[in-house]
């Protein structure tokens, strides 16, 4: 499996729009709000790219992962986090969070940060066993109670 980040030349949003929405399908109907992937256009994933940094896994040709991060102040932001329902389960996932930790320590960023729906009780496991633990709840706009959990994860130095 290769590892790309995706510049200026990538060239194949068409493809990755295709990985998220079918890596996120499996929320529709079991999250409320709806995913904001399916907000996501081509145009606007051209946009995230340039205005984000974010990586591709990338086996045999096919773009089966995708992960992108944006710098806060003392952690780094994953999000829109994918793969391939056909690649889930591989280390994939797990791969892209390790390049999440090692671009947070080339930025000297010392967490990592994400979100997660409340329903996705899968998915906290997932994220604990990767070293997550949560560090907060909140609300969607218009909704009374929580529908994210925040989890974070601190990052060590490259020994």
């Known amino acids: 499996m290769d590892t790309v980040r995706f510049d200026p030349g990538f060239d194949r949003y068409d493809e990755l ?64 986090l994918a793969v391939a329902p056909a690649s889930q389960g591989t280390g994939i996932g797990r791969h892209l969070i390790a390049i999440a930790e090692e671009t947070a320590r080339s930025l000297s960023l010392p967490a990592l940060r994400l979100q997660t729906r409340i329903e996705l009780t899968e998915n906290h496991e997932i994220f604990a066993a990767w070293g997550f633990v949560e560090a907060g709840r909140s609300a969607h706009p218009g909704f009374a109670g929580p529908t994210s959990i925040e989890m974070r994860k601190v990052i060590g130095p490259t020994l």
């Not at 890596?23 to 999250?31: E, K, L, N, S, V």
């Not at 145009?43 to 974010?54: C, F, H």
Request: glycine content about 10%.
């Open 17 to 80: 729009l295709a990985l998220i929405l079918a890596a996120f399908a499996y929320m529709d109907g079991r999250i409320d709000p709806p995913s904001s992937a399916h907000a996501l256009t081509v145009d606007s994933l051209r946009r995230k790219t340039s205005d984000e940094i974010a990586f591709g896994a990338i086996a045999g040709g096919e773009l089966l992962g995708c992960v992108f991060l944006k710098p806060e102040p003392n952690c780094l932001y994953v999000g829109k």
